[in-house]
């Protein structure tokens, strides 16, 4: 196949069975390998995230410059925010039109790919996946579905045309023929989209990356995506073999297959046959111990969930204690919703600065943190780093600098030598090394 810019080739598209269009390997890729990356045809800052995460460079900062005129938009600096201009000088109309009211996620990413098009790079001319070949799935959706996306689509055009009405044919003719129908666009978008995240796994953005929306799905992948910025890095985690298929996982694999299906079936409009899904031996340490007892904890979860939104961190640490201690011993702490309901705790504790609190639950998730995510994975790897970091502040230096050793091991595999994240890692290391010379010269 002929070599595509933009992609590394080491890659090519074919077709599945039973699945559709796919990637797969042209050479032998070695765990760890960069496969690709790829920078967003249109992306755009999650709403929940706007006020804490730069709009051009999607770093996190404490203090970000506010775009004074549409009040939303916030950048790093005044660098950040005159790159950011050439991109944002349309939404920022768009934005002022609307204020109060804030179109969501999907339909700014929408509208960002169609001002995109406007002006498209030189790079789209050479993806392996078009736009027009993006699949919509309307065929597939319930109504219920449909109506939602219809009001959504509702909102789109309402958005775009208040950067000028004299544009919109112009808008229009700039999109593929299965684009031009609001709908159609909209179902593309939510059908296809990637969640953008930090170093830490954490949701800041959504983008389009059409070459890579070809990867399909499978519950065990054998490569991960992390993001530098809003530049999607796609690395092995496994060595892969020649012609063997390329494959993500589009959702959180740590849940029971039933809610595995529900949720690709519900987004993404298939039933997963990976052998994951064939095996159920998981299950059974998932829903160890007693269920009367962890049938509580299954039923209080979306309560939790709710707390955590609202960032009521006080009276979310004392439900997930009191929950916890009334479970007990009777159910062990690889049991789905107790690890769920000790993560909840662990957030809380962070974010109250009860340090031992939350040093205690972490060191609770990690066992079953190992035996969910199989190294090397980049959940793994980040819950250790944040243990890793409790203990630092708690002084436990040696039991620190163990810990940041074990994270640097998976992060350097799934995130690269290059991402900042393995440079804190180690940065960390050092600093504990250094710790423990400074106490054994005490010592003499």
């Not at 950040?80 to 700014?108: I, N």
């Not at 509580?296 to 006080?314: C, F, H, I, M, Y």
């Not at 995510?373 to 790897?381: A, E, S």
Request: proline share 4%; net charge negative; charged share 25%.
């Amino acid at each position: 196949m002929e070599r595509k810019a933009g992609m590394v080739p080491t890659v090519e598209r074919f077709v599945c069975p039973g699945k559709g269009n796919g990637l797969r390997a042209t050479a032998r890729i070695s765990r760890g390998q960069l496969v690709t990356s790829a920078e967003p045809l249109a992306s755009c800052v999650s709403n929940k995230r706007a006020r804490e995460v730069c709009h051009h460079c999607f770093t996190r900062q404490e203090t970000l410059l506010r775009c004074s005129q549409c009040k939303m938009a916030r950048y790093c600096n005044a660098t950040c925010q005159k790159q950011a201009w050439s991109g944002h000088k349309r939404e920022c109309k768009c934005l002022r039109s609307l204020l109060p009211r804030l179109p969501t996620d999907s339909v700014r990413l929408a509208a960002g790919l169609i001002f995109a098009l406007l002006n498209p790079p030189k790079t789209v001319g050479n993806e392996l996946y078009t736009l027009e070949e993006h699949e919509s799935h309307l065929n597939s959706m319930s109504e219920q579905k449909k109506h939602g996306l219809s009001q959504l689509a509702s909102m789109l055009e309402l958005y775009v045309q208040q950067e000028d009405s004299g544009m919109t044919q112009e808008m229009t003719s700039a999109l593929p023929p299965s684009c031009q129908d609001p709908l159609s666009l909209i179902a593309k978008v939510t059908c296809n989209c990637f969640t953008i995240s930090d170093g830490e796994l954490q949701e800041v953005g959504v983008g389009l990356y059409l070459s890579l929306s070809l990867l399909n799905h499978d519950c065990q992948p054998n490569c991960v995506m992390v993001f530098e910025g809003k530049r999607l890095q796609l690395r092995a985690v496994r060595d892969i073999s020649p012609k063997e298929e390329i494959t993500i996982s589009y959702i959180e694999t740590l849940s029971l297959i039933e809610e595995r299906q529900r949720q690709l079936e519900e987004q993404y409009h298939f039933i997963c046959h990976c052998q994951r899904c064939n095996s159920r031996k998981e299950e059974g340490f998932m829903l160890s111990g007693e269920e009367e007892k962890w049938h509580q904890l299954k039923v209080d979860l979306p309560r939790l969930e709710g707390l955590k939104t609202e960032s009521n961190w006080a009276m979310l640490l004392e439900s997930c204690s009191n929950l916890l201690s009334a479970a007990g011993a009777e159910v062990p702490n690889e049991n789905l919703y107790k690890l769920r309901v000790t993560d909840m705790a662990l957030d809380a504790a962070i974010h109250l600065g009860q340090w031992e609190e939350a040093l205690r639950y972490g060191m609770k998730t990690l066992p079953s943190y190992r035996l969910y995510y199989p190294d090397p994975h980049p959940v793994h790897g980040v819950q250790l780093m944040r243990v890793g970091k409790l203990q630092h502040y708690l002084e436990h230096i040696e039991d620190a600098l163990d810990t940041f050793k074990e994270a640097y091991i998976i992060i350097r595999t799934t995130h690269g030598d290059d991402h900042h994240l393995t440079a804190d890692l180690r940065m960390k290391m050092e600093e504990c090394r250094q710790e423990i010379e400074k106490q054994q010269s005490g010592r003499h």
